[in-house]
């Protein structure tokens, strides 16, 4: 019993990862239906950020995370300035081989920048772990988990009290009827991704103490913000965070009974279980 | 008319060049446009006419990989035989996995197709009394290749045999494509691709009708899968069931045209000649090209060069 409680819950503390970067590929997808192949790459250039400002100027990863965010809310305009608001109107297929493409260029950048070495940012609490009733937790996913919490909160207090989050959330419900109410669709569009890139950059700072860094990192979690992000239902906030930690139980309790050889399988097995019998997700109205 | 002498004088021309060119180097480039173009005829089947994006098909590659090199070294059947066996054995799951998925559209089947290669590889991975995991399996020397008592190719260590099977592969993944886009399939599966529900509509069996183009997208993926793995002489996992493999695919007929016959055999020109030239000059740099490449088809001609190409001929035919 207490073996199962300590899967749960370290499922959960990693699955509030899972959660902020499914958000991101939701967030996007709402407001652009545009799938992002490239958003664990976006992780991955998180986790690189973090690395080097620890490495460099030994800054605490998880205080980076108000560094890395902004840096990949950068990252998110330039490219959706530059690459993806040309496709939006393109067939659905050529905006995912895009975004695909934005991804490659990502990774094969860092592997000639960083080349393909595995690296490991190291705290000094990156092995320390917290006792609670026979339960042992790692202290760097608490830490994690916390600041999950709190940008989720921050985040949600932003789409439903200010003007830019109503005019997200209108966008997402109805573009042109968005746009005749006069929201710059265009200017939403731009923010909404970078939104989506600084939430997978925060991702990244989260989990470089706990993960290994190296440029092809990336594809695992692109995957995985897809399971959690159509577990929940395409466009549904809520849905991708319930979604997120649902998988990191999944993951977390499959490992534990399964062998950890078995764990993803299974989260793929979920996946298309759930595309089949319910493909609007758990809490998701519509199919795209 | 005048295309097909053109391709037949074409076909020879190429079916004589390992007379005149010996160095390997140069047959190992011929030898990877085989195998680039063969992937792109196969992928275009589905994914060009029935607009059936899979980005997944690294699955088909890897079991008809996986497939006849398990029968070789286990086994000991030969790959003449076993091949064909492995290409069946993917045909099959093809199709089971087909007729579930074939339900899904647009990006959801993209990610379906993307999970199930996913599941396979993992499969693969972690099934190590059949596949020896992530060892990968490098079968002992092939036996030689005999038509009743005669010998007709006794050492596989040289370019020349793979080089005349890889040009009769790519041939036959050419000609199949040009037979599906003439025949009644050919027509029914572009009209899927073109608007699913006016096709069904007009009663066309769409899962069905899909499948037929899975069955022949995947079996001509396994063979070319097959050949690949004999020719580099070792596989694993990541390297036959990897995304890379199902995304190289895509890029072939993305850069050549999706959808057109030639389309896959001129974007395996670009891209082979692309990664030669550049891992030359950068070494690691050319896996960059790939993602730069794409963004630029996307962008600037989503046609592909044969979609260009053709609309500025037709452009200037208009003009003049």
Known sequence: MALLMQAILSGVLIGGVYALVGVGLTIIFGVMRVINFAQGELVMAGMYVTFWLFTLWGIDPFLSVLLTMPALFLIGVVLQWSLINRVLNALPQNQILLTIGIGLVLSNLAMLAFTSDYRILSTSYSSSSVGLAGIRLSTPLIYCFLITVAITAALYWFLARTDMGHAIRATAQDREAAQLMGVSVRTISIFAFALGSALAGAAGALVAPTYYIYPQVGGAFTLKAFVVVVLGGMGSIIGAMLGGVLIGIGESVSAVYLGSGIKDLCVYVIFLLVLLLKPSGLLGKSRA | ?320
């Open chain 2, 1 to 320: 008319m005048k295309t097909l002498i053109l391709s037949i004088v074409a076909a020879i021309g190429f079916a004589l060049i390992p007379i005149w060119i010996q160095s390997p180097y140069a047959l190992h480039i011929f030898i990877s446009l085989f195998i680039a173009v063969a992937l792109g005829e196969s992928w275009n089947v589905l994914g060009g006419f029935a607009g059936q994006y899979s980005v997944g098909h690294a699955a088909w590659y890897g079991l008809g990989a996986y497939g006849a090199f398990i029968l070789l070294d286990s086994k000991g059947v030969a790959p003449w035989y076993g091949v064909w066996v492995a290409v069946l054995g993917s045909v099959i799951i093809a199709l089971i996995v087909g007729s579930i998925t074939f339900r899904l559209r647009g990006p959801y089947f993209v990610l379906a197709s993307i999970a199930v290669a996913e599941i396979i590889r993992l499969a693969a991975l972690n099934w190590k009394t059949l596949t020896n995991g992530a060892e990968g399996i490098q079968p002992a020397d092939l036996p030689p290749l005999k038509i009743g008592k005669q010998v007709l190719i006794a050492d596989w260590n040289g370019k020349e045999p793979y080089y005349y099977m890889g040009l009769a592969m790519a041939l036959f993944c050419i000609v199949v494509n040009y037979a599906v886009k003439r025949s009644k399939l050919g027509y029914y599966l572009q009209a899927i691709r073109e608007d699913q529900d006016a096709a069904h509509s007009l009663g066309i069996p769409l899962t069905k009708y899909k499948n037929y183009g899975l069955l022949i997208s995947a079996a001509l993926t396994a063979l070319a899968g097959s050949f690949a793995a004999f020719y580099i002489g070792f596989i694993e996992p990541q390297q036959v069931f990897g995304i890379d493999v199902s995304v190289d695919m895509v890029l072939v007929a993305l850069i050549g045209g999706i959808g057109t016959v030639s389309g896959p055999l001129v974007g395996g020109i670009v891209l082979v000649l692309l990664n030669e030239g550049l891992r030359a000059a950068f070494e690691q740099g050319h896996l960059l090209v790939r993602g730069v490449l794409m963004i630029l088809v996307i962008l600037a001609m989503p046609e592909g060069v044969v979609g260009f190409v053709s609309q500025r001929l037709r452009r200037r035919a208009a003009t003049s």
